[in-house]
């Protein structure tokens, strides 16, 4: 609404837009009085939503004037003498443009949401205390206050340029949101930057299915659960494989460090996790230079997160004596986290390692006590007051086991031990990759990430690619999931060494590639189970094995694939089934001849999405499947090269009849219920992409991007989970490091400002939906000096 308005309307009609929306009932704590001020309110708003000029800043606390180079889209590129005052002008830009978020997230991640929007948010807010989110983050930010490295001393130079530009502001000029709920910016802290850490962190390795996998190890047979929820399985293209041909060498360890894997040959890892939950994911892939056009490495990712406006991203540039810079940052971090440099670029993916164990507590009769080694230990007892905007304080009491926060589980009480509560050295060791001069330097720096694990994916224009997956992976004694509390056998054993976590370097094979998926082809259950992102890796795998070289193009092409690898499975058993009626019959005529592809133009797609869905819930039709996951659909076929599925034939009876099916059965059922190919909608018409509001408000309805026709599905390439898509790639970027140095091209759902009425607000999401990108400026990412 916003976008259409602000084209069609000049600004004084676009202001009485939005006092008609104002005007309306908003529910909770929006306040639209403020708004409402003929020169102090929406007018005063939409004064500041012009793009920002080019600029020297000179701040108090930096040492040189910072020059600030503005581009068409509000990218800022910022060149500095030193990197306090980079920082500091980071900080400054970023909460010009975008305050809001950064306390917005902050609050969210501490449980502070109720101050400013009363009680309809204390549940989350209590959420959040209980798991232990607000006192990691205080935790964290004392941690790094202790240490002396730049990184660390970069979250105080960021507060004090975001500080500059709060302390700058009148009450006329707070960003929309904040006038909106009547209450002022808080001052910046490194509690932000914790916060947004740990937030992160949470959205990518905070699990909490132990439960319900335990209540499925409980009530299914071993064999059942093994083939329902399997370690591994034939279906899917791990990250790292065997050697398919010769590897490259490359030059040994790191001086002063253990070796360092250096040929293609895969690195395994002795540990277990749970796989990763789809929709929450990542793509990456790299081609080196035997395998690209342009004889030199090309790399892509795009990393799939909960689309919003403003945007999770930031785009910027940044140039200082000690690195040369490009690429998209979380507001609230004072370093780019995916970056761009004149030698290298990497993308992430998430790797979805179990990262978090949950323990059954046996509590005594006062439910202040644990058994544990033999004896009862107290519980840490902490009183914890929420305030609450509009209604009284809610108070409660935090429980604490040496083991972690204490929450409650339809098993009983549980306590958690979740890497998000141990010290973090991402920044770190995001610091070090940005200075990075080789791909040794480059690997070295990652020995200090630690959460969320990711699998990092490295190119660099000497031709080196590589990835790992890097982070805290706990060892333990004994398993994963739900541990038994009462015993120390249980406990987590430190973390795995970097140089067992799986990575390749250099394939023979000549490309790498990470979607979530398995990290390794190891026979034991290292890291994972039930590892759920299937289908993209297969679909990457088949497209770059396909041909001998890949451009740039080609790789942008493989980020807008839509191809469902689920028909793949599905429809040549479809095309053999017999004992079909006319009707279907046809559908099984337009499906065979389909080309698989969930673009918005095929009523095909539509047909097919259907059918899969009505499929997949006739065949987990047992009531077993309330309590605990359901499984993967790849589980009802055949891995490749074998006659039958791993399940029991016995899942296939439908629990609703009498009689005893079979998976033909069940199909040809599923094709009668389906309507009339003739009735059928076009994709786009019934598979829209929605991005709200940071807020997830409907009250700011207005605010969002929605019913705009979506190309994908479920775990294609290019991911659009659920009719109405709310997650999806999030920055899409290439980068080819031929012709001298890197040229790149990148698009996110979103823009730069976070003022609604800035046409910097949604400027990229067209661009976005149309899987175009914009070509990024690395020009000053090259050191003339």
Known sequence: MIQRLRHLLPPTLLIVGMLWFLGRPLGGTFKPGPLLEPLR?????????????????????????????????????????SDRDAVMAMGYIVARDRLFEMEFLWRVATGRLSEVLGPDAVSQDQYFRQIGMANAVRDQAKY????????????????????????????????FEYRLLDFAPSSFTAEHTAALQLFMTFDLSFRS?????????????????????????????????????PGVDLPTGITGAAPTHRDERPRVLPSVARGYIEGTGSNNWAVNGARSASGLPILAGDMHLNLSLPAIWYELGVYTPTARSYGVTFPSVPIIVEGITERHAWTFTNTGADQIDRYLLTLDASGENYAYDGTFRPLLLVPDTIRVRGSDPVVSTLRFSHHGPVEDSPL????????????????????????????????????????????????????????????????????????????????WQGRVPFNALPSWVNPGRGYLTSTNQRPTTASDPYMGEDWRSIFRSRRIDTLLSAQEQHTARDLKAYQ???????????????????GIDPAGEEL???????????????????????????????????????DIP????????????????????????????????????????????????????????????????????????????????????????????????????????????????????????????GNPFSRLYDAHVDTFVAFDYYALDLTRITDTN
Not at 57 to 67: H, R
Not at 145 to 170: F, K, P, V
């Open 41 to 81: 309110g929406l007018h005063a708003t939409a004064r500041h939503a012009v793009p920002h000029e080019n600029e020297v800043l000179a701040l108090e606390g930096m040492t040189s004037p910072v020059v600030v180079d503005m581009d068409a889209r509000g990218v800022p590129h910022i060149t500095a003498a």
């Open 144 to 175: 790094a206050a202790d240490l002396t490295s730049e990184a660390s001393r970069a979250m105080t130079w960021y507060a004090e340029g975001a500080n500059a530009w709060i302390n700058s502001l009148t009450t006329d000029a707070y960003p």
């Open 209 to 245: 299915d132990d439960v319900a996998y335990e209540t499925a190890r409980r009530v299914l047979s071993p064999d059942d659960y093994a083939a329902l929820f399997p370690a591994a399985s034939g279906h899917e293209k791990p990250i790292v494989q065997a050697p398919t041909g």
């Open 630 to 753: 359901r499984p993967h659909f790849v589980r009802m076929f055949a891995e490749p090269g074998r006659d039958a599925p791993e399940i029991d034939a016995v899942w296939f009876d439908r629990v609703s009849t009498p009689g005893v099916e079979t998976f033909a059965d069940l199909l040809r059922e599923a094709i009668r219920r389906q309507e009339l190919p003739s009735e059928t909608a076009a994709w786009g018409d019934v598979h829209t992409l929605q991005i709200r509001h940071i807020t997830r408000s409907p009250a700011l309805r207005a605010l969002w991007r929605e019913n705009m026709p979506y190309p994908g599905w479920k775990e294609t390439l290019s991911p659009a989970r659920g009719m109405r898509a709310t997650h999806s790639a999030s920055w899409r970027v290439v980068v080819d490091f031929s012709g001298g140095q890197p040229r790149a091209w990148g698009v996110y759902p979103g823009g730069q400002s």
């Open 560 to 578: 807008a694939d839509v191809h469902a690898v689920q028909a793949d499975y599905l429809i040549p058993l479809v095309d053999t089934l017999t």
């Open 412 to 491: 009983g009480p549980v306590a958690i031990r979740w890497v998000g509560h141990e010290p973090n050295r991402t920044l770190e060791a995001l610091w070090g990759m940005h200075r990075a001069r080789s791909h040794a330097e480059f690997e070295e720096a990652t020995r200090r990430w630690d959460a969320p694990m990711q699998n990092i994916l490295y190119a660099d224009a000497e031709g080196t690619i590589a990835i790992r997956s890097t982070g805290y992976l706990p060892v333990r004694a004994s398993g994963t999931g739900l541990l038994d509390g009462s015993t120390p056998d249980t406990e």
């Open 588 to 626: 099984v005529a337009l499906l065979a001849a389909w080309d698989r592809r969930m673009t918005t133009a095929s009523h095909e797609a539509t047909l097919f999405a259907a059918l899969a869905d009505t499929l997949y819930n006739l065949v987990w039709d047992e009531p077993v499947f309330e």
